[in-house]
């Protein structure tokens, strides 16, 4: 069960604190830049000591959600009762920024339940597991889980409670949740019976899918065992649904008597007739005892990722460091089967890092929690345990590489960032359940953080006015290879890569244009002229990140950041450039360098005049063009 993990990790991370503590005396600083920057920070309007916000988090579309299985009060914050748990739901308002919309507590709320220890949303739907719900004295820790709904006023209301037709005590039914259209799967690791509720094997595991019905009620559709199920295999630890595929964890699972806990995965496909049956287990094709491979697990479309975060060794089942941890990615071939393409590590792995404790995949993006961690991105900056977040990306090769990690812009001591992640097309979200909200207090309050990078989803633009069809748009439109392009009145274009606003395109006072690939905001474009504003050179680059010619790789560092910062790019060919600086409303702030020599370039700018907000540094050559999102924060203003 994660909770116990979580709670032995502190012998692990003392003993690391011993041998590094060297690294205390000098802690360079870091100037690692980002493509992928942090948005928010996720702090809980009430939160409190010990809550753990962060413990569990989702992220779909413009919705967040944290749990907080420790916290005490009610959604006004009253009615004390330990750790019964609550969750929070943010939403992403038009500005782009998350805010807290609801505080959500079951409706029954107990002592100990630990309601928010698993969260997942999509669409209007959020589903909350408790896994340690007593459902009545005699079944003490049974388990339950919650489903809320959205409704027409914008307010999440609790629709339903969901229980097993064949609970049982301490079955922990809730332990963790996924979602996916009308189906929903919950993990129970520590039932005990088969699917007839026969064959006793303690901590067995069993995982519950539930159909919602025509009348929007979400009913029990069947039980999944693994076929060869044994005592404590704790299958269901995690689970992960999507279309008309589940894969399931066993972390715990003995694939021989030689690799105690080595651990499995197991897939399931729901057939025409509407059945699920078990297709394929997976398992590691380096597995060891105690790898602990499936603690974790994630899907999408004929993809599967499956953690190991107490697997030793490299890629190349070499270069062995204790609990180092690894991830396994599994892709589904034209004959249904599934079959292990990549081991992917951290590039700057070490002992104890719990690599994998928590995975997430959207798309060719994999996202995978190392809460132990202790380095920021440049190897440096040692926080015993810090904890960071690595992401992979495949490229049209079908090769997956170290795309980033991040960590969190006020890392401390066992903040465990990492111990829970979520990703969509673009954004991501980290839980650090041990992070303070008081700095000067060790108050384990929790914060997750959203983290936002390059457009990886599919390539829809969106042409958005402020306020709507003010304007004359006689624009080109360049096409190279189709993709959906919609205005704001939903007219289709096609077009791809490349959207230019050629000479005489017009626009009335106080027009505001915003490109989007799906939500990721490209560039926020804006009009002071009334005729014939010419923008000739506000083009939108939409290159994918797979794009045949080299890439500029502009980035920042530190960012966010206080207006002091080091930027870097790469100029690949002979041609003429220019970087300026703009405001998020299209103000030009600077034109910063220009040039025509190829090369990479890495210098120190300085502008602490700006007022805190976003800004953009676009890079443009001859041929290419490309931006980076900059946020500055408390600068020293200068009037």
């Known amino acids: 069960m994660k909770l116990r993990i979580i709670q032995s990790?502190?012998?692990?991370?003392?003993?690391?604190?011993?041998?590094?503590?060297?690294?205390?005396?000098?802690?360079?600083?870091?100037?690692?830049?980002?493509?992928?920057?942090?948005?928010?920070?996720l702090v809980a309007s009430d939160g409190a000591e010990e809550d753990e916000a962060g413990t569990s988090v989702s992220i779909s579309g413009n919705y967040a959600v944290v749990g907080a299985w420790k916290e005490d009060h009610d959604e006004v914050g009253n009615d004390s009762i330990h750790n019964a748990g609550a969750a929070y739901i943010y939403e992403r308002n038009l500005l782009g920024d998350w805010v807290e919309m609801a505080k959500i507590v079951a409706s029954d709320r107990e002592e100990g339940d630990q309601f928010g220890k698993a969260v997942a949303v999509e669409g209007n739907i959020i589903v909350v597991g408790a896994n340690l719900e007593n459902i009545d004295l005699a079944l003490e820790n049974a388990g339950a889980t919650y489903i809320f709904e959205k409704d027409n006023l914008g307010a999440w209301i609790e629709t339903q409670k969901l229980i097993t037709s064949d609970r049982a005590e301490d079955d922990q039914f809730g332990n963790n949740v996924s979602l996916s259209g009308d189906y929903l799967i919950i993990g129970a690791p520590f039932e005990d019976q088969d699917t007839m509720n026969m064959n006793t094997k303690p901590d067995a595991g069993a995982a519950y899918v539930f159909k919602k019905g025509i009348n929007g009620l979400w009913v029990e559709q069947i039980k999944l065992v693994a076929q060869d199920r044994e005592v404590a295999d704790l299958f269901g630890i995690d689970v992960s649904i999507f279309d008309s595929t589940i894969v399931v964890g066993a972390y715990k699972e003995d694939i021989d008597m030689s690799n105690l806990d080595a651990g499995a995965a197991y897939i399931f496909s729901r057939d025409i007739n509407d059945k699920w049956t078990e297709t394929q287990k997976l398992i590691s094709s380096d597995r060891a005892a105690t790898d602990f491979f499936g603690f974790s697990v994630g899907i999408t479309q004929c993809k599967v990722v499956v953690g190991a975060y107490f697997e030793d060794e490299d890629e190349i089942n070499n270069n062995t460091l204790a609990e180092s941890g690894s991830a396994y990615i599994f892709e589904k071939d034209d004959l249904g089967t599934w079959n292990e393409v990549k081991k992917v590590v951290a590039i700057d792995r070490d002992a104890g890092d719990y690599f994998g404790y928590d995975v997430s995949i959207a798309g060719n993006i994999v996202f995978v929690g190392a809460p132990l961690e202790d380095n920021d991105p440049m190897g440096s900056g040692f926080k015993n345990s810090s904890g960071s977040g690595y992401v992979f990306e495949r490229d049209s090769q079908g090769n997956w590489m170290e795309l980033e990690k991040v960590v969190a812009s006020n890392r401390g001591f066992f903040h465990f960032f990492g111990t829970s992640v979520s990703n969509s097309s673009d954004h991501f979200l980290v839980g650090a359940p041990f992070a303070d909200i008081d700095p000067l207090e060790d108050d384990d309050a929790g914060m997750s953080y959203v983290f936002q990078g390059e457009c990886f989803g599919n390539m829809v633009l969106y042409y958005d006015s402020v306020p709507p069809r003010t304007f004359i748009a006689d624009t080109s439109i360049v096409t190279f290879e189709e993709v959906n392009v919609l205005?704001?009145?939903?007219t289709v274009f096609q077009a791809s890569q490349y959207i230019i606003l050629n000479d005489g395109f017009t626009a009335k006072i106080g027009s505001n244009f915003l490109a989007k690939i799906d939500d990721c905001v490209i560039l926020p474009l804006q009009s002071d002229q009334v005729n014939n504003a010419t923008n000739k050179d506000m083009l939108i680059d939409l290159s994918p990140n797979n794009q045949p010619f080299p890439k500029l790789n502009l980035k920042v560092s530190p960012n966010p950041n206080d207006g002091e910062m080091k930027i870097h790019f790469d100029i690949p060919d002979q041609e003429n450039f220019q970087l300026h600086l703009f405001h998020s409303s299209g103000q030009l702030i600077q034109n910063i360098i220009s040039g025509q020599e190829k090369g990479k370039y890495v210098f120190d700018f300085s502008k602490k005049n700006l007022m805190p907000g976003i800004y953009f540094l676009v890079l443009k050559t001859d041929s290419k063009k490309t931006f980076q999102k900059l946020i500055i924060t408390n600068t020293t203003l200068r009037f």
């Open 487 to 490: 205005d704001a009145n939903l």
């Open 9 to 41: 990790i502190f012998t692990l991370t003392t003993i690391k604190f011993l041998i590094f503590f060297i690294f205390l005396i000098y802690t360079p600083t870091s100037i690692f830049s980002q493509n992928i920057i942090e948005l928010e920070k």
